[in-house]
RNA sequence: UGGGGCAUCGUCUAACGGCAGGACGGCGGACUCUGGAUCCGUUGGUCGUGGUUCGAAUCCACGUGCCCCAGCCA
């Protein structure tokens, strides 16, 4: 059974959305055995977030699903696409931890069957090769509000077409002389379907098919049909390919069955909204923009959105999982927070990073009261309790240390709970010092710090001292000596792509802060990929192209949360005020004179005002409604064919007919069943036929007794205490609750109305 | 402006026509040898106007706003 795929919810990686909602309805009917998805980039540059997003939908989808994701490389075009960005991508899909097994393929592995399929659709005469020229393709294709015109060549035998064709791709022409074309429909309001281009003459080198070929698909015709080849039955694409669907169906009904393809499954576009993150551009145009300026080191700067630069930065792909997750999936364009993405980060790593200590501004500190020349060594655990896991290393502690100059503060703020002069203070994992004296250079820097600390202080606090604060620290002579590199947001504000001026505008110059400090000496001898947090400063590792040397580099993976930062950056009130509304016109008088007529008319038959407008306005409605006028009065028909069947009738799609809708409110004004099953009935005979007043017999027939329902009533409530004291305590809310819990019970058995009274009597409400 | 798509707390996302819920963020508190983590509390929303309905985020209409389409890119 095709259902027993779906999964539970709680087994699912990717959270339930409108796309699991098809799949499940498609598992359930049997449409469809098993389901294949694909993840097709074009091999023309590097992946980024927006791929870890995409993928994690088509990838994820199909894993919850048990059945198979394949990568798909989408080569159609030779001149942007090489075999370096393969490679990049099969890297970091798989570090993402996606699996393909054989499913490896390529676009370009199908020119052969594709161009077949291109001589199918000529034979048949569904397409064309135009000699137009470029320019004049575009003049012909019309504007979005002009339709377009046909070519002078749409009409060209089967033969001379065929014979064009295989000239083009027999190389002898140049490129741009022809383009084979779909015949589809020129005038068409969606654009894609004037007659869009399938192949195009390129004499390119193809960084996999080389020179062999000299017509190359175009994307609305390669992708369907290469769905369509490797059995994928869920194509699922971002939100801007929503035209292109019907480019996508045509191909697939075309050419169903033919040329070695099946009838049966064949794929289907879904298309889901795009996500974009705040703080960041991911376009290669702009991407490159930012290499090429030197803005960045390369394309896996760990500041880039990049899937390489997130590698490197020491992300793991857990956190974009995880992140993935939590940004979800709908049909709407969104934006997410970057807080979200930082929060993923941190709660990935905070479980599996042992906390050592850093300094990466250092100011020295000297404990007078501490023997000169010695050293002793304090245990430190590499995990905090609440963390839960063993281990701990030494930590030697001596006279001379190094403090975060940022710990210190001559003048402190109120709420200051660090270094101080003359304030005790925690260092972490060892003494309490007290700061006696802040050394300063001429201008009136702080160069040193003296101080003592209290031999009495070590694992338990001293008595009669107030200590606020603990702070991190590493002594000077054992230190070791490291670079941080500290990254921040590439841009300054949240939508570098929104409003006037370039993008570049907006790039952080404090990005990237280069920073030389120390680390404790038990990092030399940790596995250099460890992810530490260095204790109050944030997550680091040492990074992987430069910082594993004798000398360790380390990149800031992210901060820790600060809520103490005192200038709080506020978030800016997003959300522009909408437009106020305009005044709601009189669209009665805004009526054309003959509308005006119908309107009146219908008021006249005791039509409601609203309803008395749409009829008016509404040629097909004003029809209908006539018609329903020879079996009985209009004021009855009315709100039912406007607001019921409304929809249908205007689109030409009413399956209830005037005669069987009056003959149906004639037996609901006598009270044979009530108003919701009325609706039902029509609903359900507008969705699979039938006469609405059958249906509506048939689900009054199995209507509830007074005593039945009371019954029920009685259960609901006994399940519900809480609720019913909810409710008896004034949550009148509640009461549409127990409606629906009584309707639901029922399985549509009960009267709403009549549950609402009883409940309303029971509660004197 | 033709066609298409979309609109729910600041952000992301749920809710067979029946309690507008969750997460991130913010704020407050508890705890803390990390101003971390954890726990607790709190804040805050159905784009607008009408209509249908016992009952509307959900259905109907009219508005408003944003996005996509006029590549021989994908």
């Known amino acids: ?37 694909r993840f097709p980039p074009e091999p023309n540059g590097f992946p ?10 088509d990838c994820g989808i199909a894993r919850d699903y048990r059945g198979r994701c394949h990568l798909r490389m989408d080569d159609t075009n030779p001149l942007t696409e090489e075999m370096r960005y393969v490679e990049a991508i099969k890297r970091d899909m798989e570090w993402l931890g996606w699996g393909w097994g054989e499913h490896f393929y390529f676009a370009s592995d199908y020119y052969g069957r594709l161009y077949e399929m291109a001589e199918q659709l000529i034979k048949e005469g569904k397409a064309y090769v135009d000699s137009l020229s470029e320019e004049e393709i575009r003049e012909y294709r019309g504007t979005v509000e002009k339709p377009g015109r046909p070519s002078p060549y749409r009409e060209r035998s089967v033969e001379e077409n065929l014979d064009l064709f295989r000239h083009m791709a027999a190389g002898e022409f140049e490129e741009g ?36 070929w000299k017509v190359y698909p175009m994307y609305d015709f390669a992708h369907p049909l290469s769905d369509y080849i490797e059995g994928i039955t869920h194509s699922l694409c971002s939100s801007e390919f929503i035209d292109n669907r019907a480019v996508y169906d045509w191909l697939v009904e075309n050419l169903a069955g033919k040329c070695g393809l099946p009838e049966w499954p064949r794929p289907k576009q879904i298309e889901f909204g795009r996500r974009s993150l705040e703080y960041t551009v991911v376009s290669k145009r702009k991407l490159i923009q930012l290499v090429e300026r030197g803005l960045v080191e390369g394309w896996s700067d760990p500041r880039m959105p990049t899937l390489a630069g997130l590698r490197r930065r020491g992300v793991r792909p857990q956190a974009l999982i995880a992140f993935a997750r939590k940004v979800g999936i ?44 010695e050293l002793e060594e304090l245990e430190a655990p590499y995990f905090p309790p609440d963390v839960g896991k063993p281990g701990s290393r030494k930590v030697p502690f001596g006279r001379e240390l190094w403090v975060e100059s940022a710990d210190f503060a001559l003048k402190p703020p109120k709420g200051w709970k660090r270094l101080v002069v003359g304030g005790h203070t925690r260092l972490r994992h060892a003494y309490v010092v007290r700061i006696d004296e802040a050394v300063t250079n001429d201008a009136g820097e702080v160069v040193e710090l003296r101080g003592v600390y209290l031999p009495e202080s070590l694992g338990k606090n001293p008595e009669g001292v107030k200590v606020k604060g603990a702070v991190h620290w590493v002594a000077a002579g054992p230190a070791l000596a490291a670079e941080f590199r500290l990254y921040d947001r590439l841009f300054k504000v949240p939508l570098p792509d929104a409003g006037e001026g370039s993008f570049l505008d907006h790039y952080n110059t404090d990005s990237l802060k280069v920073l030389q400090g120390y680390v404790e000496p038990s990092v030399a001898t940790g596995d250099p990929e460890t992810r530490y947090q260095f204790e109050r400063l944030g997550y680091f590792w040492r990074d992987p192209e430069l910082g594993r040397g004798e000398r360790p580099v380390f990149n800031r993976i992210i901060t820790l949360k600060d809520t103490w930062k005192k200038p709080k950056e506020q978030k800016p009130a997003a959300k522009p005020a909408r437009k106020a509304e305009p005044k709601r016109e009189d669209k009665v008088a805004a009526l054309e004179p003959e509308q005006r007529l119908v309107f009146d008319r219908c008021r006249h038959l005791g039509v409601g005002e609203a309803e008395a407008l749409q009829i008016a306005r509404s040629e097909k409605l004003r029809v209908y409604l006539e018609d329903c006028s020879g079996y009985g009065p209009p004021s009855l028909a009315a709100p039912w064919v406007v607001h019921v069947l409304g929809k249908a009738i205007r689109a030409g799609e009413v399956r209830v007919t005037p005669a069987d809708l009056m003959e149906l409110l004639a037996q609901l004004e006598k009270g044979v069943f009530d108003r919701r099953t009325a609706k039902q009935a029509l609903e359900q005979a507008q969705e699979s036929g039938g006469t609405p007043l059958e249906l509506a017999r048939e689900l009054a027939a199995g209507q509830m007794t007074a005593d039945e329902l009371q019954k029920l009533i009685d259960e609901v409530l006994a399940e519900n205490p809480d609720k019913v004291a909810a409710l008896k305590g004034g949550k009148t809310g509640l009461l549409g609750f127990f409606v629906g819990q009584v309707m639901r019970r029922s399985q549509g058995r009960a009267n709403p109305e009549q549950v609402q009274s009883v409940l309303r009597e029971q509660f004197n409400l």
């Open 48 to 57: 980024h977030i927006g791929h870890a997003i995409a993928s994690f939908i």
């Open 177 to 212: 002389a022809h383009v084979l074309r779909a015949k589809i429909d020129m005038s068409a309001a969606n654009m894609k379907l004037r007659d869009p281009i399938l192949y195009r003459i390129l004499k390119a080198e193809h960084y996999r098919t080389g020179d062999r």
């Open 1 to 37: 059974m095709p259902a027993s795929r779906i999964p539970p919810d709680s087994e699912r990686l990717v959270p339930p959305n409108f796309i699991t909602e098809i799949i499940d309805a498609d598992l359930r009917s049997g449409k469809y055995d098993e389901i294949v998805t």
């Open 330 to 373: 709908s049909r709407t364009d969104r934006t997410v927070d970057i807080a979200l993405l930082e929060w993923a980060i941190r709660d990935d790593l905070n479980p599996i990073a042992p906390r050592v200590m850093a300094v990466t501004e250092p100011l020295k500190l000297v404990l007078t009261n501490y023997p000169e020349g």
